[in-house]
């Protein structure tokens, strides 16, 4: 009986490991397209001109508005201006109108922005993949030993 019941926990072992696997083994695909999305996005340096507001989102806070985008001014690569809002909520905390910043826009859509010193939301999506795939990898080894293992005896 005893070698019925941890042949059902190192297979729920193996099933949940797996299951990890393909969870970050998505995030870090996500993660690999973003960055070469972003690998295509041209540098150039701004002056932020104020702060935009998103509709009201699952990110928003207790009044029901969405965080502030910091909006930037910049010259594109032939010397027009343009004036774009930067792809993190988070872009718009300690800046202030006039402030210089460095940045990577959007060539197809000269509007979206990336501050330098902002991370993209998809690193959390990378950290994630690794933390998933790590533990699937280990549950994956350790079920699939154990049952081997079991098998033999």
């Known amino acids: 009986m005893r070698d019925v019941d941890d042949q059902w926990l190192f297979s729920g072992l193996t099933i949940i490991g797996l299951l990890l696997t393909v969870v970050g083994g998505v995030e870090l695909i996500r993660h690999r397209r973003s960055v070469q999305e972003l690998l295509g996005w041209i540098p150039a340096i701004g002056l932020v001109s104020g702060e935009a507001m998103d509709r009201p989102a699952a990110t928003s806070t207790d009044d029901g508005l969405a965080p502030p985008y ?9 010397g027009r201006p343009r004036e774009g809002k930067a792809v ?66």
């Open 88 to 153: 993190t909520p988070a872009s718009w905390l300690g800046r202030v109108p006039g402030q210089q910043v460095a940045l990577r826009y959007d060539p197809q859509d000269p509007g979206r922005l990336l501050l330098a010193d902002v991370y993209h939301p998809r690193f959390l999506g990378m950290v994630l993949g690794v933390i998933f795939t790590s533990f699937g990898f280990t549950f994956v080894a350790t079920g699939a030993v154990a049952l081997l293992a079991l098998s033999v005896v």
């Open 70 to 78: 910091a909006t930037v001014r910049y010259l594109d690569t032939s």
